[in-house]
């Protein structure tokens, strides 16, 4: 929908191109409406009595009827936006807000960008979008050879936790995320030079019982038994072996760093960067939602403007 008019165009300039877009193709609620329905058709429609997928559109009412049994399912029913009482030109500012840029915005600064007086609704509707990305994701597994390493991310604490705990393992301020990484030998036939490459990407909080998260995360995310992990020594991967065709541990050291875990470590960097400078503090039990939107947009980094669409079509699909 969106269209990038000059790809030469630096990044700054690219970034006002794709406003004067956004605002060329989405200029009222009736535009926004028009597009989310034409997307929406794309998708099956089913109607929430009989499950029938046949419908009649009946523009007065901004409704689907079904074919069958005659039941009603409103433009936003079935969708992340069906019990918001936010217009879809909001909704689609916001979208168009949280794919514009690779850091993210908060919600209080959606709230003022868009002029919205209440704080509640806007923070529902950008968790709601991060949890559709969420699921997006889980649709996806990594193949090949993947890095995993875990980060410890800042997270509210009341100040007691604060004075009492130690930094760093198993503080209480700290919460631990299992990362994951599709890591691609590639070597230079001129060269020589081996390089890891990079394109997919996961993220997932885990709770106190680590080995179990990490083995659920593991199941989760390969159906390929095919596939090689590469981790560090940390207790933590004792039970990889069993999901996988081998695993390589190397000790934790700046050569690991740099080469064998090189892109989990980017990733977790990047997200604790982004993390702090765009959000003032978060909770661990929204944490999840954060990283949603993180892995969602760096795994389409090449994606350009289609972030955008593909963010709708995650919002009709991701209740
Ligand atoms: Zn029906």
């Known amino acids: 929908m969106l269209i990038i008019q000059n790809k030469c165009l630096s990044m700054s300039k690219l970034t006002i191109m794709n ?119 889980d649709r996806y597994t990594l193949e090949g050879m993947i890095e995993m390493d875990e980060g410890y991310f800042t997270i509210e604490a009341s100040e007691h936790a604060h004075q009492t705990q130690k930094a760093g393992r198993g503080s209480k301020t700290k919460s631990n995320v299992m990362f994951m990484a599709e890591s691609t030998i590639l070597e230079d036939v001129e060269t020589g030079i081996i390089e890891r490459q990079s394109r997919y990407f996961k993220a997932k909080v885990l709770d106190d019982h680590k080995a179990d998260g990490t083995d659920e995360m593991l199941q989760k995310s390969i159906d390929d038994e095919q596939t090689i992990v590469f981790t560090d020594k940390s207790t933590s991967y004792i039970n990889i072996a069993d999901y996988v065709e081998l695993h390589i541990t190397e000790k934790s050291n700046e050569q690991t760093t740099k080469e064998t875990l090189k892109w989990v470590h980017i990733a977790i960097s990047n997200a604790k960067r982004n993390f702090t400078g765009t959000y003032h503090k978060i909770k661990r039990k929204y944490l999840q939602l954060y990283l949603n939107e993180f892995v969602y947009k760096l795994n389409r980094r090449y994606f350009g403007n289609r972030i955008f669409d593909r963010l709708v079509i995650a919002s009709i699909t991701g209740l």
């Open 19 to 137: 406003i004067f877009s956004f605002t060329a193709n989405f200029d009222s609620e009736e535009s926004c409406r028009f597009h989310f329905k034409e997307e929406r058709d794309k998708q099956v429609v089913v109607c929430h009595r009989c499950g029938h997928t046949e419908h009649y559109w009946i523009k007065s009412r901004w409704s689907y009827e079904c074919k069958n049994c005659n039941s009603r399912t409103s433009l936003r029913s079935g969708t992340i936006m069906q019990s918001s009482k936010l217009s879809f030109l909001v909704w689609y500012k916001t979208m168009f807000l949280l794919s514009a840029t690779k850091k993210g915005f908060s919600s209080k600064e959606i709230q003022r960008q868009l002029g919205l007086k209440r704080y509640e609704p806007v923070w529902a509707m950008v968790h709601k979008l991060r949890k559709a990305m969420g699921k997006r994701e």
